[in-house]
């Protein structure tokens, strides 16, 4: 019964025309940014590791306007559709209910980012082949596992636990937009390696921004800032340090919202609402 859940759940989102608006645009923008981005110098590779994390970094951040959009098409179908009282109407307990509802929506944003990394990889079939490196899967792999499914977690965890306490599509945009402004402010007030106005270097002791950087983009920024060419062209971004305990924090801070947010959500009460308007 789980797996039909979490099929009908994936089937609701991906049917949804804004999943199918927004999977159109991710590939494009991967493709784009792939073709005609401007991620280093002539001599970097088009399809070098560190173009590729720059890009999938740099759209992960995007997963806060697509996880917003998303939840808020959550919670319009309970309101509208009243989804819930099908559910309500089976054994479904409150862990697989709040699990399959977390799932289908961190699946749904994930994808789109597993798009843009598709859009990469087609966009280096329309590259000079003097400015392609060898083609390595890791190279893609890499930064969807590191960057973009880490970051998915954290926006879609943080909107999804707004959508099901609120079951507000206005607080949810809201907090949507608040991610993203405070975000920019955090960047801007901590002399992020995000900006290109940023004094911080590689190595400074000033490791504070990049520890608080939720997207990690400060962390990559900062630590590529002074990498030679050959570098750049075949060096994977290093899975250790200052850039682990920071995925190690945001995961595990995200962690901790959604288990609040679990135990705070009363499952029989949203049932009882639900048998009411029944």
């Given at each position: 019964m789980?797996?039909d859940l979490?099929?009908?759940?994936?089937?609701?989102?991906?049917?949804?025309i804004s999943f199918?608006v927004?999977?159109?645009?991710?590939?494009?923008?991967?493709?784009?940014?792939?073709?005609?981005g401007?991620?280093?110098?002539?001599e970097v590779?088009?399809?070098?590791?560190?173009?590729?994390?720059n890009i999938?970094?740099?759209?992960?951040?995007?997963s806060?306007?697509?996880?917003?959009l998303f939840?808020?098409?959550?919670?319009?179908?309970?309101?509208m559709?009243?989804m819930?009282?099908?559910?309500?109407?089976?054994?479904?307990k409150?862990?697989?209910?709040f699990?399959?509802?977390?799932?289908?929506l961190?699946?749904a944003?994930?994808?789109?980012?597993?798009?843009?990394?598709l859009?990469i990889?087609?966009g280096s079939f329309?590259?000079?082949?003097n400015?392609?490196?060898?083609?390595?899967l890791?190279?893609y792999?890499?930064?969807?596992?590191?960057?973009?499914l880490?970051n998915?977690l954290?926006?879609?965890?943080?909107?999804f636990c707004?959508?099901?306490?609120?079951?507000?599509v206005?607080?949810i945009?809201?907090?949507?937009?608040?991610?993203?402004?405070?975000?920019?402010?955090?960047?801007?007030?901590g002399d992020?390696?995000?900006?290109?106005?940023?004094v911080?270097?590689?190595g400074s002791?000033?490791?504070l921004?990049?520890?608080l950087?939720?997207f990690?983009?400060?962390?990559?920024?900062?630590?590529?800032r002074?990498?030679?060419?050959?570098q750049r062209n075949?060096?994977l971004f290093?899975?250790?340090?200052?850039f682990?305990?920071?995925r190690i924090?945001w995961t595990s801070?995200?962690s901790?919202?959604i288990?609040?947010s679990?135990?705070?959500?009363?499952?029989?009460?949203?049932q009882q609402q639900?048998?009411?308007?029944k």
């Amino acid at each position: 019964m789980i797996a039909d859940l979490l099929k009908f759940e994936l089937k609701y989102h991906f049917g949804q025309i804004s999943f199918k608006v927004a999977a159109i645009l991710f590939l494009l923008l991967g493709y784009f940014c792939a073709v005609k981005g401007g991620f280093g110098s002539d001599e970097v590779h088009k399809n070098s590791p560190y173009v590729i994390t720059n890009i999938m970094a740099l759209l992960s951040l995007c997963s806060i306007f697509s996880a917003t959009l998303f939840s808020a098409n959550v919670a319009l179908r309970d309101s509208m559709h009243k989804m819930e009282a099908v559910v309500f109407t089976t054994s479904i307990k409150k862990l697989p209910y709040f699990g399959i509802r977390l799932s289908g929506l961190i699946i749904a944003v994930f994808s789109l980012l597993l798009l843009a990394a598709l859009g990469i990889y087609i966009g280096s079939f329309f590259i000079n082949k003097n400015q392609l490196g060898t083609f390595h899967l890791y190279y893609y792999l890499q930064p969807i596992l590191i960057f973009a499914l880490p970051n998915v977690l954290f926006s879609a965890g943080i909107l999804f636990c707004t959508a099901i306490q609120t079951k507000s599509v206005r607080a949810i945009y809201v907090v949507g937009a608040l991610l993203y402004i405070f975000y920019m402010l955090a960047s801007i007030l901590g002399d992020s390696p995000l900006l290109a106005t940023s004094v911080n270097k590689a190595g400074s002791a000033d490791i504070l921004p990049v520890l608080l950087d939720p997207f990690a983009l400060a962390s990559f920024f900062g630590e590529t800032r002074t990498w030679t060419i050959p570098q750049r062209n075949c060096q994977l971004f290093p899975f250790e340090g200052t850039f682990l305990i920071n995925r190690i924090l945001w995961t595990s801070f995200t962690s901790l919202i959604i288990v609040i947010s679990y135990r705070l959500f009363d499952f029989r009460l949203a049932q009882q609402q639900q048998l009411k308007v029944k």
